[in-house]
């Protein structure tokens, strides 16, 4: 495990890009099979895949989102408000996820 530094966090792809697919792999693994692999799918690889994860300070991290997240999943057999549910744990948990990897919340 890389030792986490904040300002080398601004620079993340270069220093940390191992850090950040382990998150949102376990992010991905957490919710496999309780939805539909269709949607989760949708989230990870036409939503997630826009995201930015930043570092807010004391051990916090907030993922933003591209625009549009419901548009850019296409055409799903989810109502709205069940993707805006989803999504919003699935960024929860990536950020709960970015917590444990770099050792800020080791308990869950």
Known sequence: MTAFDP??????????MDELQ??????Y?????RYDSTLLKAI???VLDGSEPFYEGDGEFRVE??????????????DDE???AVLQEFVDRIELE???VFEFDPAE
Do not use: I, M, S
């Open 7 to 16: 300002e080398k966090f601004e620079d993340k792809y270069v220093h940390y």
């Open 98 to 100: 970015l917590r444990r």
């Open 44 to 46: 990870d690889r036409q």
């Open 29 to 33: 693994q957490h919710f496999h099979g």
């Open 65 to 78: 989102l591209p625009e549009n997240p419901r548009e850019r999943a296409g055409d799903l057999p989810v």
């Open 22 to 27: 382990a998150a949102y792999k376990n992010a």
């Open 82 to 84: 069940t993707f805006d």
